[in-house]
């Protein structure tokens, strides 16, 4: 503002210089000589406010845009540097990841060579435990007639006298028998299965055989007493006073004596061997039945 009033008093003192520089004779108004002033301040009022616009067009504008530019140039070159810084850690972060990827890659092919062997040496083993329980199975099949006779050998030995009651000779062969003999789990089952039902039918054959064993030593006693009997009252005859009579009838007294007497040790014999006559045909039938099964 205070360039335009320069401006203005310099106008009017141009103009009062122009008009002392006139001649003598020539007259100009002084209302006429303010309106040109006016005019001619207007107009460089006019030319200022313009020269003000493209002034601030094409300087400060440009200069304000530029200096936004280098702020938002500067804000973008920090963000690129640290953008920059990290991707370079990253980059970095990146590297040692590969390098190690690298070290597990070697490690994994590494393992997998050695699960490679170690499959390749399991299936070499399994062929071989396939032969080994093949030769143990061919072996035990072998085996298995002599273990069922030792288990008939052992149950004579050990539970005939169990046999007297039903379930007797069944627990005598689980506890004294079945654990003494090198069966497999299954065998020893089924086999214990097979006694177990037998068992009744066994006790049934043990109390006939009793039964029996009592009647023929009540029939020896008998006939022992017979023969006493009669030997006395044929000793209490005028005949056994006779020297030839007496010795025929102790003679026959020793015979019939003597027979009730073969007949009694018979009796004892059946009684303490013949119990094997009851139980080994039933381990002879258990032993079948096992067999017979498989």
């Not at 005019?39 to 006019?46: C, F, H, K, T």
Request: proline share 2%; glycine share 6%; aromatic share 6%.
């Amino acid at each position: 503002m205070p360039k335009v009033i320069g401006q203005r008093k310099h106008s009017r003192s141009r103009f009062a210089t122009l008009a002392s520089s006139l001649p003598q004779g020539s007259t100009v108004s002084e209302s006429g000589i303010d309106r040109i002033l006016q005019r001619v301040a207007n107009a460089s009022q006019l030319g200022v406010l313009l020269l003000a616009v493209f002034g601030y067009f094409y300087t400060v504008l440009p200069v304000y845009q530029k200096s936004l530019l280098d702020e938002e140039i500067a804000k973008k070159t920090l963000e690129l540097q640290a953008m920059e810084k990290r991707v370079a850690a990253t980059e970095k972060v990146l590297s040692s990841r590969e390098a190690e990827l690298g070290v597990m890659n070697k490690r994994l092919a590494e393992l997998r060579a050695t699960a490679e062997a170690a499959r390749a040496g399991l299936g070499r083993a399994q062929a071989e435990v396939g032969k080994l329980k093949d030769a143990v199975d061919t072996q035990y099949s072998e085996l298995l007639p002599r273990l069922i006779r030792d288990f008939q050998s052992r149950s004579i030995q050990y539970c005939k006298a169990s046999a007297i009651t039903e379930q007797g000779f069944a627990n005598c062969v689980e506890q004294r028998v079945i654990g003494g003999l090198a069966l497999l789990p299954r065998d020893r089952e089924r086999l214990l299965r097979i006694v177990r039902a037998a068992s009744p039918a066994l006790y049934a054959s043990w109390t006939d055989h009793s039964l029996g064993i009592k009647r023929r030593k009540d029939v020896a006693e008998a006939k022992k007493r017979d023969a006493v009997e009669k030997c006395t009252q044929e000793k209490a005859t005028e005949d056994y006073k006779d020297r030839f009579k007496k010795i025929s009838i102790d003679h026959r007294c020793d015979i019939e004596m003597i027979n009730a007497s073969s007949d009694e040790l018979r009796i004892v014999l059946d009684e303490t061997y013949g119990s094997d006559k009851v139980v080994s045909p039933a381990l002879a039938a258990m032993a079948r039945d096992f067999f017979g099964g498989k």
